[in-house]
C-alpha cells in the first residue's frame, strides 16, 4: 500500500510537470462552457486561462481577462449566463503575464470597469510587459499596456455589494503574483474558495544570481508559506489545469456533492508543485 500511494504521488508530479510545460509552450485556447461553481462564483474562462465573475448586487467583478484576442470570447461566456457585460465594475488579475492581463485595456474600454492590481506587477502592466523580470525581451509576450486605477497591497480587501475578495501576495512567478480567497454560501453552507495566482517556474528561470529579480527564493518560500496557510474548501487557480477543471466540470451533473470541493487536492497540488521548486533549486545550486 506504501508503494502505491509513493507510486501515484510520483506520478501526479510527473503530470503537472508535463503539463505546464505542454500549456506553457503550445497553450491552445478553446471555448469552455461557463457555469456556477458554488454562491454567486462563476467559470467564465476557456480551456486555458481561467476568469471568474463574482456577481454581487452593485455589479461584478471579473477576476483576469486573458489575452486581448479572447476579450470577444469571455463576454461571450458571461453573456451566455444571462449577465450583462457592461455590469464589470471591478477587474482583478492574478498575474502580469499577457495571458492573464494582456486583454485588460479592451475590458477596460468596453466596461468602465476600475482595474485593480497587486503593487508588484503594476510597472509589468503599465508597461506592456517590458519590466517583467523573464520575458521582459520577449516580444511575443508583450500587450497593450494598461493604467492602473487602484495600486493593491497584501491583505487588501475588495469589496462590492455584499461580498469581499482578499489580495494574498504570492510572488515568485511573478513579483506581483496574486492569491484570491473570498467565501461563497452554497444551500446554507458557507466555503472558502482560493483562487491560486500561479505557482510555477518558467523555462528560463533563474533561482540562483537572478540580477533582474534577486529575492526570487525567498518571494516562492514566502508564497508556499502563504498558500499553507489559507483556509481552503474550493480549489480554483488561474489555469485550469492547476484544479482540474476538464474533470471536475464533467462529474457536475454526476455526483451529489460538488466536485470543486476538494481541499485534498489543494494539499496535494501544493506538495507537488514545492517539491518541483526544490528539485529545480537544488539543481541550480548545484550548478
Given amino acids: ?139 511575443a509576450q508583450r500587450y497593450e499596456p494598461t493604467k492602473v486605477d487602484h495600486v493593491l497591497h497584501d491583505g487588501d480587501r ?30 446554507g453552507k458557507k466555503y472558502h474558495v482560493v483562487i491560486v495566482g500561479g505557482v510555477s517556474m518558467n523555462p528560463g528561470t533563474k533561482l540562483i544570481h537572478n540580477a533582474a529579480y534577486p529575492n526570487i527564493v525567498q518571494d516562492y518560500e514566502h508564497m508556499w508559506h502563504v498558500l499553507k496557510k489559507l483556509p481552503c474548501d474550493i480549489f480554483l487557480g488561474a489555469h485550469g489545469m492547476y484544479f482540474g477543471l476538464d474533470e471536475k466540470y464533467a462529474r457536475m451533473k454526476k455526483d451529489a456533492s460538488n466536485p470543486f470541493v476538494d481541499p485534498d487536492g489543494y494539499q496535494q497540488f501544493l506538495v507537488a508543485k514545492e517539491h518541483e521548486f526544490r528539485v529545480e533549486l537544488d539543481k541550480q545550486t548545484k550548478q
Avoid at 486561462?49 to 463574482?54: I, R, T
Avoid at 495571458?99 to 485593480?116: F, P
Avoid at 489580495?167 to 461563497?184: Q, R, S, Y
Fill in 1 to 139: 500500500m506504501r508503494l502505491t500511494k509513493f507510486t501515484h504521488f510520483l506520478l501526479f508530479i510527473l503530470a503537472l510537470s508535463y503539463v505546464g510545460l505542454v500549456w506553457a509552450s503550445a497553450a491552445p485556447v478553446k471555448p469552455f462552457p461557463p457555469f456556477r461553481i458554488a454562491g454567486n462564483l462563476y467559470y467564465v474562462g476557456n480551456s486555458y486561462a481561467a476568469n471568474y465573475l463574482v456577481v454581487t448586487s452593485q455589479g461584478n467583478i471579473l477576476i483576469n481577462s486573458n489575452d486581448k484576442v479572447s476579450v470577444p470570447m469571455l463576454k461571450d461566456s458571461i453573456e451566455k449566463l444571462g449577465l450583462k457585460w457592461s455590469d464589470t465594475k471591478i477587474l482583478l488579475i492574478s498575474q502580469g503575464h499577457s495571458d492573464h492581463g494582456g486583454g485588460s485595456v479592451l475590458v477596460k474600454e468596453q466596461t468602465g470597469a476600475r482595474y485593480m492590481v497587486m503593487d508588484g506587477d503594476v510597472s509589468v502592466v503599465e508597461s506592456g510587459g517590458k519590466t517583467d523580470f523573464l520575458f521582459g525581451d520577449d516580444l
Fill in 158 to 187: 475588495v469589496k462590492l455589494g455584499n461580498t469581499v475578495l482578499v489580495a494574498h501576495l504570492t510572488p515568485g512567478h511573478t513579483k506581483g503574483c496574486t492569491t484570491w480567497t473570498m467565501d461563497v454560501t452554497e444551500q
